[in-house]
């Protein structure tokens, strides 16, 4: 789940929400989350904006 949520990411190609991942991938909001705490632990992604996310490289 959490390479989906990154390719997810870079196709946006701005800083997105969990909520804006979830409905991109059509994929439960759990799932997502528990996808975005460990990116954030990894330091996989960065947030730039208050609530949006995006990939940190």
Do not use: H, Y
């Not at 991938?25 to 799932?31: M, T, Y």
């Amino acid at each position: 789940m959490k390479e989906q949520v990154l390719k997810a990411m870079r196709e946006a190609g701005k800083p997105v929400s969990a909520g804006d991942v979830t409905k991109m991938l059509d994929a439960d909001r759990k799932e997502v989350d528990k996808a975005f705490t460990e990116l954030k632990k990894e330091g996989a992604i960065i947030s730039p904006v208050r609530c949006k996310w995006t990939p940190a490289n």
